[in-house]
């Protein structure tokens, strides 16, 4: 079966850095994306990766191990409107999104 | 430009009654979908369409069916609704522009089935 897995919270302190970690086993690999949504609210999309590395876009960067079936979020310089659920999505081999159930993060002052 | 909206924002529903979610976007996109979110677990989608005039089921279809009559018009029903459809369910819509083909979401729909 296909399987996304990341962790159910984390919490950080305002003005530092956290990583979420996302690994995955789906039937095939179209690219690996990232959502956030805050709570009551949709989700709103944040990065994409397809090749293996680092993408940095502002405070935040994505990475990715195609081999590993491996990603991680970071978020650099944690703003209390960061608190909200970070989901991990890969594209398998017919174009669909599989989710996973989302990363809740709590940012404390 | 208004992206996408869903109608009703939210809803208290009789078991065994129908009911039609709306959703409508501006943007022109080709591909729509729906999905369902429940606590614990992952966005799970029901059906999607990846043109005006096609439908295709995706992991949770049963109870629901959908129609897409035009590009900007995909409305979701369930035909005689079940306490386990309740949920809160997203309409999204993708574009290939850069062959990156992001999926935008629209402010979802909660639904309670009592």
């Known amino acids: 079966g296909q399987n996304i897995d990341q962790p159910t919270e984390m919490t950080a302190t305002e003005g530092a850095i956290v990583q979420i970690n996302c690994t995955y086993q789906?039937?095939?690999?179209?690219?690996l994306f990232w959502y956030q949504q805050h709570a009551g609210e949709a989700p709103t999309f944040l990065s994409y990766?397809?090749l293996d590395g680092l993408e940095e876009k502002g405070r935040f960067s994505s990475f990715l191990s195609r081999s590993k079936g491996y990603s991680y979020l970071l978020l650099k310089e944690l703003q209390m409107k960061d608190s909200a659920s970070y989901l991990c999505a890969v594209r398998d081999s017919n174009y669909q999104l599989i989710w996973g159930a989302g990363t809740k993060l709590i940012i404390k002052p | 430009t208004a992206g996408i909206t869903q109608a009703p924002t939210s809803q208290i529903l009789a078991a065994g009654r129908s009911m039609t979610l709306r959703c409508t976007q501006d943007?022109?996109?080709?591909?729509m979908y729906w999905y369902r979110q429940d606590l614990g677990l992952g966005l799970r989608l029901i059906h999607y369409?990846?043109?005006?005039?096609?439908?295709g089921k995706g992991e949770v279809p049963d109870g629901y069916s959908v129609s897409r009559a035009n590009t900007d018009d995909f409305p979701l029903t369930l035909a005689s609704a079940v306490p386990s459809q309740t949920s809160v369910y997203f309409c999204?819509?993708?574009?290939?522009?850069?062959?990156?083909?992001?999926?935008?979401f629209g402010p979802g729909t909660r639904l309670l089935v009592l």
């Open positions: 999204a819509s993708s574009d290939s522009t850069g062959g990156v083909e992001t999926q935008y």
């Open positions: 789906t039937s095939g690999f179209n690219g």
């Open positions: 943007m022109r996109h080709n591909a």
């Open positions: 990766n397809v």
């Open positions: 369409s990846n043109t005006a005039g096609t439908t």
